[in-house]
C-alpha cells in the first residue's frame, strides 16, 4: 500500500507541474516522461484509457463549456439574455435533466434526494474514505443572469473532465452536487437544498406546511417534479457530519473588486450570513384628503421610518462588513389616495461578525416598537425568519487553493464572500472554502450578468488542481 501510494503521489506531483505548465500535448517519449517513468517503474498514464503514443490534453475545453452555459440558459420562463428558472417548474424539471445527462457523459454515477439535490460521483480508488465534493446551483430568479451558480456546476463537471484526460486517479472519491433552490424565490427559503443537507430538523418539518403565492405546497411541488415521492419524511436528505472531507465552491464573485484590481482569482476566507426580518404594521386607513395629518395612524408612514432606521443602524454598526437592505415593502390598500392601514417589510442584514450583526438585529427591534408606539400604531409581526451564523473557509483548503493558483501563476487575493452560498451551510459537515472569479462590473441577478470564457477557464483550472491536491490526503 506504501509503494502504490508513493506511484499515485508520484503520478500527481507530474500531472500538477504539466498541468500549471499549461502543456496540452506531448509526444509518448518526452525525455521528462521518460525518466519519471523509468525511476518509478509506473506508467505516468493509464495504458486502458490512453494510445501508449501520446498523453492527452490537460487543457479546459472552453468552447464546450461555454457551449453548455449558453444551452442551460434556454431553459428560462424569460427572454434571453435574462434566465428565469424556478424551483419545480418545468424549465426547471428539463434544465436537471440536461444536466445529469451531462453528468452521465463525464462517467459520474448519479443519484438524486427526497428534494431533488443531484450527486454525481467519480469513484476513487480508496472509496470507503469521505470525499471531496464541489458543485453548487442552477437555479434562477426572476430576470437573472447565466453564470451565477451554473459556473460552479458546469464548471465542475470541466474539472472532473480535465482530471479524467489527465489520467488523474483520485484517491478519494469525487463528488459534484448540484443544489436545489439556493434562490429563495418560490418558498422564501435559500440555499433550501444545502440547509437540509446540513441537518436542518426545524426546516425539514416547517417544509409539510409550507406553500409558495399560488398555495402549492412544497411537498406538491417537489412530487410534481419527481421528488418526494415515497414520504413526508424529508430527513432522509440529511448527511452526517464527515460525509465529505472537504468542499469547495467555484463561483462568480458577483461582486466588482477582483475585475477593478485585475486578480485572476479570489480565495474565500469567510462568508457573511443573514439574517432575515419580517416586519408588519397596522394603523387605521381612510381618505387621503379627509384625515388631517395629527389624526392619522399611518401604517405606510411607520415602515418608512423603520427602513431609514435600518440603514442608519448598519451605517452605526463602524464596519463596512455590516449591511441591510429593505427588500420588500408593500402597503395595503395600495391606493395613491388612501391612507396605508397596514405595511409589510422584508429586511436582509448581514455581517462576517456574528455577534455585531444580532446586534443590529436587536436594535432594529428596539426602532421598531419605539415608531409604533411614537405613530400610534400596531407592530402586530416582528419575525426572525433565520439567523444564520457566519462560516470560515478551512484553512487547509486555503492553502490549496493558493498553491493552485500560484503553481498556475494566476493572480489572486485574500477575501470574504459577502454573499451567502450553499458553502456556508456545507461547512456544517464538511471543511469548506470557495473559489471566486471575476464578473463583468460586478454585476449579478440581472441579464447584464457576464464572465469571460478566459476567466472561466482559469477557475476551472484552479477547482481542478484544488481537487486534485484534496483527494490525494
Known amino acids: 500500500m506504501a509503494l502504490r501510494s508513493f506511484h499515485v503521489d508520484l503520478r500527481l506531483t507530474f500531472f500538477l507541474f504539466c498541468f500549471c505548465s499549461s502543456i496540452s500535448s506531448h509526444n509518448a517519449q518526452d525525455p521528462t516522461t521518460k525518466t519519471m517513468e523509468e525511476f518509478s517503474g509506473y506508467p505516468i498514464h493509464e495504458v486502458e484509457s490512453f494510445p501508449s503514443t501520446s498523453i492527452p490534453s490537460i487543457s479546459v475545453d472552453v468552447e464546450t463549456l461555454q457551449r453548455q452555459i449558453e444551452e442551460l440558459s434556454t431553459f428560462s ?5 435574462s434566465v428565469t428558472r424556478i424551483l419545480y417548474s418545468e424549465k426547471d424539471v428539463l434544465a436537471r435533466r440536461y444536466m445529469k445527462n451531462l453528468m452521465g457523459l463525464s462517467g459520474l454515477s448519479i443519484r438524486e434526494d427526497a428534494v431533488g439535490n443531484i450527486f454525481g460521483r467519480w469513484d476513487g480508488y480508496e472509496p470507503e474514505l469521505a470525499a471531496v465534493a464541489t458543485g453548487s446551483h442552477i437555479d434562477a430568479i426572476p430576470y437573472a443572469g447565466k453564470y451565477d451558480g451554473v459556473v460552479g456546476v458546469l464548471g465542475a463537471i470541466e474539472a472532473i473532465n480535465v482530471l479524467r ?52 405546497s412544497f411537498l406538491d411541488a417537489a412530487r410534481s417534479a419527481g421528488y418526494a415521492k415515497d414520504s413526508e419524511d424529508l430527513s ?14 467555484l463561483h462568480i464573485e458577483q461582486g466588482p473588486i477582483l475585475e477593478e484590481e485585475g486578480t485572476s482569482i479570489g480565495i474565500v476566507t469567510a462568508i457573511a450570513a ?61 391606493a395613491i389616495n388612501s391612507i396605508p392601514s397596514k405595511s409589510h417589510l422584508e429586511i436582509d442584514t448581514r455581517d462576517i461578525d456574528e455577534k455585531r450583526r444580532n446586534t443590529v438585529v436587536e436594535k432594529i427591534h428596539q426602532s421598531a416598537m419605539a415608531i409604533a408606539k411614537n405613530r400610534r400604531v400596531n407592530l402586530s409581526e416582528f419575525k426572525i425568519i433565520n439567523q444564520d451564523p457566519p462560516a470560515l473557509s478551512d484553512k487547509s483548503i486555503i492553502r490549496a487553493m493558493e498553491t493552485a493558483s500560484q503553481e498556475l501563476n494566476l493572480t489572486h487575493k485574500l477575501m470574504i464572500s459577502r454573499a451567502y452560498h450553499d458553502s456556508l451551510f456545507m461547512a456544517r459537515i464538511s471543511p469548506m472554502g470557495m473559489i471566486f472569479i471575476p464578473c463583468y462590473k460586478g454585476y449579478s441577478h440581472k441579464p447584464e450578468e457576464y464572465a469571460s470564457s478566459e476567466d472561466i477557464a482559469n477557475g476551472v483550472k484552479v477547482l481542478a488542481l484544488t481537487l486534485a491536491k484534496l483527494s490525494q490526503d
Do not use: W
Open 274 to 334: 443573514p439574517a432575515s426580518l419580517k416586519v408588519e404594521f397596522e394603523g387605521n386607513g381612510g381618505h387621503a384628503g379627509a384625515v388631517l395629518m395629527p389624526h392619522r395612524n399611518d401604517a405606510g408612514l411607520a415602515a418608512a421610518e423603520l427602513a431609514l432606521a435600518v440603514e442608519k443602524h448598519v451605517v452605526e454598526s463602524g464596519s463596512i462588513d455590516t449591511v441591510g437592505t429593505v427588500g420588500i415593502l408593500e402597503l395595503h390598500p395600495g
Open 236 to 249: 432522509t436528505v440529511f448527511l452526517k457530519k464527515g460525509s465529505y472531507s472537504a468542499f469547495v465552491e
Open 77 to 81: 420562463d424569460t427572454p434571453a439574455p
Open 165 to 216: 484526460r489527465s489520467g488523474f486517479k483520485p484517491k478519494r472519491s469525487l463528488e459534484l452536487i448540484l443544489f436545489t433552490s439556493e434562490e429563495p424565490t418560490r418558498y422564501g427559503i435559500g440555499c433550501l437544498g444545502s440547509r437540509l443537507v446540513s441537518g436542518n430538523e426545524q426546516l425539514a418539518n416547517a417544509l409539510k406546511k409550507t406553500v409558495d403565492s399560488q398555495n402549492m
